[in-house]
């Protein structure tokens, strides 16, 4: 069974840092590109980040370009989104994805306020 679960959303401040992972189980994790996205309430979700093999070629959405920055451990089957100077503006849940599964996670909230 094909399942990801994120973690690391949290409350932080203006100008703070948080870093999100998504573990995968149930197919070949290193195969596969991932990608972030975010959606803010009442709206439909807005790509953040991808990430794809066989490089680790890298993809940022032009709103986060420069603070987050997205990475793999295939070890671990862990996809990260490291999030720094982070805004207001930045609050929204995030939901990992394997487009290529067409699965996603269930979401982690991130709340940027002071």
């Known amino acids: 069974q094909v399942q990801l679960v994120e973690s690391g959303g949290a409350l932080v401040q203006p100008g703070g840092s948080l870093r999100l992972s998504c573990v995968g189980s149930g197919f070949s994790f290193s195969a596969y590109s991932f990608a972030w996205y975010r959606q803010f309430p009442g709206n439909g979700r807005e790509f953040v980040a991808r990430?794809?093999?066989?490089?680790?070629?890298?993809e940022h959405a032009d709103s986060v370009q420069g603070r987050f920055h997205i990475s793999r451990d295939d070890v671990k089957s862990t996809v990260y989104l490291q999030m720094n100077s982070l805004k207001p503006s930045d609050t929204a849940v995030y939901y990992c994805?394997?487009?290529?599964?067409?699965?996603w996670g269930q979401g982690t909230p991130v709340t940027v306020s002071s």
């Open positions: 990430i794809s093999p066989p490089y680790d070629t890298t």
């Open positions: 994805t394997a487009p290529s599964l067409n699965a």
